[in-house]
T-cell receptor
Framework: DVKVTQSSRYLVKRTGEKVFLECVQD?????MFWYRQDPGLGLRLIYF???????EKGDIPEGYSVSREKKERFSLILESASTNQTSMYLC???????????FGQGTRLTVV | GQNIDQPTEMTATEGAIVQINCTYQ??????LFWYQQHAGEAPTFLSY????GLEEKGRFSSFLSRSKGYSYLLLKELQMKDSASYLC?????????????FGTGTRLTVIP
C-alpha cells in the first residue's frame, strides 16, 4: 500500500518557534509538494520539489523554507512561527507528469 | 492567469444523483483532475480527464468539455459516505504538468 507519511497529525507551537514538518513517501516519487489548506481558500501551494536538492517557490512561500536532502523526504520549515500560520498542512507526492498526487494525512498546526 | 471555479456547497439526498460543476481558465490545457476529501482526511484521487466526453467509474463519472472550459463530477446512488469535499484541479500553467492548481472545493452534504 503506497504511503505518504507526515510526522505529526496535530501540533501546537508558540509564536516565534522554529517548526519542522516532516514528510516521507515510499513510492520513489520524484515530485513532492507542500500545501496549506484553509477554509474558503482551498489548497495553496507553498513549495515544491522535482528532485533531490531542488526546490521551487509556490504561491505562498513567505515565512517558509523547505529541505530535500533525500528523494523520499521533504521537510517544511517555519522559520519563526506566527499565528497566521495556523492551518492544515498537507504533503503530497507524484511521479512524472500528469500523474495523480498522493497526499499525506495532514498536520493541523496551531500557533499560539 | 489560471482560475478554477466550483460551487462552495451542495446538499443532496441519499439515493439521488448530484452533479458538481467546475469551470476553468487556463492558457494551455493538460487535463483536469477530481479529488475527494473527507473532513479531516487527505484528498484522494477520483479521476483525470484529458479528452472530451464522459468517463465512468462505478457510481462516479467525470465529464469534460475543453471548448467550454467545463467539467463536472456526477455521483449516482448517493450514499451517506459520499459526504465530502470534491476538489477540481488542473496542471499549473507556469510550472508544468507535474504540479496542480486546485479550486477551493465543493462541500457536498448527503442527507437521509
Amino acid at each position: 500500500d503506497v504511503k505518504v507519511t507526515q510526522s505529526s497529525r496535530y501540533l501546537v507551537k508558540r509564536t516565534g518557534e522554529k517548526v519542522f514538518l516532516e514528510c516521507v513517501q515510499d513510492m520513489d516519487h520524484e515530485n513532492m509538494f507542500w500545501y496549506r489548506q484553509d477554509p474558503g481558500l482551498g489548497l495553496r501551494l507553498i513549495y515544491f520539489s522535482y528532485d533531490v536538492k531542488m526546490k521551487e517557490k509556490g504561491d505562498i512561500p513567505e515565512g517558509y523554507s523547505v529541505s530535500r536532502e533525500k528523494k523520499e523526504r521533504f521537510s517544511l520549515i517555519l522559520e519563526s512561527a506566527s499565528t497566521n500560520q495556523t492551518s492544515m498542512y498537507l504533503c503530497a507526492s507524484s511521479s512524472g507528469q500528469l500523474s495523480e498526487a498522493f497526499f499525506g494525512q495532514g498536520t493541523r498546526l496551531t500557533v499560539v | 492567469g489560471q482560475n478554477i471555479d466550483q460551487p462552495t456547497e451542495m446538499t443532496a439526498t441519499e439515493g439521488a444523483i448530484v452533479q458538481i460543476n467546475c469551470t476553468y481558465q487556463t492558457s494551455g490545457f493538460n487535463g483536469l483532475f477530481w479529488y475527494q476529501q473527507h473532513a479531516g482526511e487527505a484528498p484522494t484521487f477520483l479521476s483525470y480527464n484529458v479528452l472530451d466526453g464522459l468517463e465512468e467509474k462505478g457510481r462516479f463519472s467525470s465529464f469534460l468539455s475543453r471548448s467550454k472550459g467545463y467539467s463536472y463530477l456526477l455521483l449516482k446512488e448517493l450514499q451517506m459516505k459520499d459526504s465530502a469535499s470534491y476538489l477540481c484541479a488542473a496542471p499549473r500553467e507556469e510550472t508544468g504538468a507535474n504540479n496542480l492548481f486546485f479550486g477551493t472545493g465543493t462541500r457536498l452534504t448527503v442527507i437521509p
